[in-house]
């Protein structure tokens, strides 16, 4: 079992165990990813008898557009005081599906990885991260990321997104996927970012549950 399927594994128990009591609410559709994440993955890692190897690049790009919709729905939620933000977050979600479906129906084909219209949403995950933080910084009251959940989540957005639109780039470069070399130090740093991006995830579903330990719990020191 390697050190990725132990971070989706720790996050999906985290996210059960925080899935009542999440504050925000609408953590539970990234709780809902992160599960269904690690189903996918743990079901080709330890049943591989059950996902062929040439459905595997199908079930990913249907896996994919349920991400892109999952995270979409999130940042509309997050946005949802500022009209401006929302509509941004409508047009890049469903450009970003729209792309994907012309790509793998007209432009290449649903058992290979969708990889220019998933930079596109990448790119738009940046954007919308880096929004969110950019608000924080211009809020004229006292904030603390230690008692915000989607902080952490906007964070682990960022680190994946960026490492990961960086890989689908080069991999096009015919030196790059040339050199084995080059794809190992590459496939190393994705594996960080993953990683590091479910540590964040992990730090998100903890203060949710904190907060919502101290709501119930107000002489708690949890």
């Avoid at 996918?40 to 690049?57: A, D, G, S, Y």
Wanted: with cysteine.
């Amino acid at each position: 079992m390697n050190i990725i399927l132990i971070s989706e594994i720790i996050a999906t128990l985290m996210g059960l165990a925080a899935w009542k009591s999440a504050r925000p609410e609408y953590l539970r559709i990234v709780i809902a990813l992160i599960v269904l994440t690690c189903l996918m993955e743990n079901t080709e890692e330890f049943l591989p008898h059950l996902v062929k190897r040439r459905f595997r690049f199908l079930i990913y790009n249907i896996f994919s557009l349920i991400e892109i919709s999952a995270w979409m729905m999130f940042y509309f939620n997050v946005f949802k005081a500022s009209q401006r933000l929302k509509l941004f977050v409508i047009i890049l979600g469903i450009t970003s599906i729209l792309f994907s479906l012309t790509e793998l129906s007209i432009y290449s084909t649903w058992f290979r990885f969708h990889v220019d219209s998933y930079r596109f949403y990448s790119l738009s995950m940046i954007f919308l991260s880096v929004a969110f933080l950019w608000k924080l910084m211009n809020l004229d009251e006292i904030y603390s990321i230690w008692t915000d959940p989607v902080f952490w989540f906007a964070a682990a957005a960022i680190i994946f997104h960026s490492v990961f639109f960086i890989h689908l780039t080069v991999i096009n470069i015919k030196a790059f996927a040339n050199d084995p070399g080059s794809i190992s130090v590459f496939n190393t740093l994705l594996d960080i970012a993953n990683v590091f991006y479910y540590l964040l995830l992990c730090i998100g579903l903890y203060l949710s549950l904190r907060n919502y330990w101290r709501f119930k719990h107000p002489s708690s020191k949890m």
